[in-house]
């Protein structure tokens, strides 16, 4: 079955992680359908507010100016190399967005509309207060009230394999077990490994949330020795499964979010999907909601 992704693609596209990781990771290549989409950058003094084009013919210039300059350089980019790497032409489409709604608006419209089975972002090499500080797309776009699943590429190495996905008994964890199911239902050259950290070893639960998650992959036709389930005692998950993730060089974590908008601060820092996001190294993190 075919999968669909939605692929961001910045002017930078020498630096793309978002296309290397989905190539790499994709055995089955020939089963995948790439929409490459580029979003024009606002100005910097700029209001973050959806742009009124009929009443601002300088947005209008800006904009025709980064497409000719810099979107459609990077997109003819990035479909070379797709093609030098055996992808063929029908598997990819390109679209330019304006930006009139923000970059990250324009994102989700996109992937909403487009019912693309994930959106795949990559990540700047920017040290994590940088990012906070510019507010970027990778960061931002975690607010949003969201439908589709999110795959954040950041320093992705390309030897690595399978897929950890974070269970807590939840509804978001339930959907992430399904995307990620769903998703190497035809890459066996990928195991999947449910892993639940516990506040301490009684655990009592385990049981019942591995069951759940368990349905949910075995329903895309998943083979019981592709499956693995671990359980973990740990008082902060986030280091811990940053930590498992590295040792045993995960290609992606996946995790579930609640998409409620933090309302301070601290209570972003405090997000185990944020400290996996902030911490995490080589692999991709996939996000649900």
Known sequence: MEKHLLVTVSD???TSQSLRFVHHFFTRREDLKL?????????SDWRLDP?????????IVHIEQEKVSHGVPAMEKAREWLSSVGYAKEQVQVKLSNGQLGTVKEIVKESEEGLYDAAVLGRRGLSWFEEMVADSVSHRILWESISFPIWICRNTERDRKNVLVCVDGSEECLRVADHVGYMLRHEPDHNITLLHVCADDRCVDAEQIFGRA?????????SDERISVKVLTSSNP????????DTKKYAAVAIGR????PSTLKHIF???????????EGAALWLCK
């Open 214 to 222: 368990l349905a949910e992959i075995k329903a895309n036709d998943i």
């Open 35 to 43: 929409t490459l989409f580029y979003v024009v950058p606002r100005r």
């Open 12 to 14: 930078e596209f020498h």
């Open 238 to 245: 986030a280091k811990t499964i940053l930590h498992e993730a």
């Open 258 to 261: 609640t998409s409620h908008r």
């Open 51 to 59: 742009i009124n084009l009929e009443a601002n013919p300088e947005a």
């Open 270 to 280: 405090a997000t185990t999907s944020l400290k996996i996001l902030r911490g995490i």
